[in-house]
């Protein structure tokens, strides 16, 4: 199975900051990586799939980036909107595996 | 409106049986291969399985620690998506989604996810 590691698991910002998360696969997956937010109570929410490619809908601060076993999802100007936890997935192949997660919390 | 909406969860014994209902509307689900992703409290998504269309055979994938004990089906004439859990153990508590690729119908990119159904395994 495709490990997917994501880092930090958990991190504080302020509004206005600019946040990365990593997510790092233990082979490569080419570009086939998903990008999800999810808020408490609620269903995950599709931000970016291949990559880097953005959901409709979906505002231009955030964007992802990277291929092979390295990724990256950046939110330009933390909104206060965007507190909420991310997750990455791999696309590649079943079974298909998710990121542990990383909680975007207010500083 | 295109929504998935997942029925059938609640509390069931450690060995019991629960089976999981998702019905979809709007949108063609004949043609879509379905999926189940389920979130322990307070833990991660974990991918649980999926069902290909029956113009892909309709065959089924399962994640590890639910194969043998897990079934996926589908009825299209109902436009209902099914998850049969048998052997339950208290690891299995958690939130249940069904999930699709709304662009692709045979893709990985989940963009239509119904509420959730939580179930709950516990003596």
């Known amino acids: 199975d495709i490990q997917m590691t994501q880092s930090p698991s958990s991190l504080s910002a302020s509004v206005g900051d600019r946040v990365t998360i990593a997510c790092r696969a233990s082979q490569s997956i080419s570009t086939c990586v998903n990008w999800y937010q999810q808020k408490p109570g609620k269903a995950p929410k599709l931000l970016i799939n291949a990559a880097a490619s953005l959901q409709s809908g979906v505002p231009s601060r955030f964007s992802g980036s990277g291929s092979g076993t390295e990724f990256t999802l950046t939110i330009s100007s933390l909104q206060p909107e965007d507190f909420a936890t991310y997750y990455c997935q791999q696309c590649y192949t079943t079974p298909l595996t998710f990121g542990g997660g990383t909680k975007v919390e207010i500083k | 409106e295109v929504q998935l909406v997942e029925s059938g969860g609640g509390l069931v014994k450690p060995g019991g049986s629960l089976r999981l209902s998702c019905a979809a509307s709007g949108f063609t689900f004949t043609n879509v291969w379905m999926n189940w992703v389920r979130q322990a409290p307070g833990k991660g998504l974990d991918w649980v399985g999926r069902?290909?269309?029956?113009?892909?055979?309709?065959?089924?994938e399962y994640a590890a620690p639910v194969e043998g004990r897990f079934t996926i089906s589908r009825d299209d004439s109902k436009n209902t998506l099914y998850l049969q859990m048998n052997s339950l153990k208290t690891e299995d508590t958690a939130v249940y989604y069904c999930a699709m690729d709304l662009k692709r119908l045979d893709g990985s990119d989940f963009d239509l996810w119904g509420r959730g159904t939580l179930v709950t395994v516990s003596s």
């Open positions: 069902i290909r269309s029956k113009t892909n055979g309709g065959t089924t």
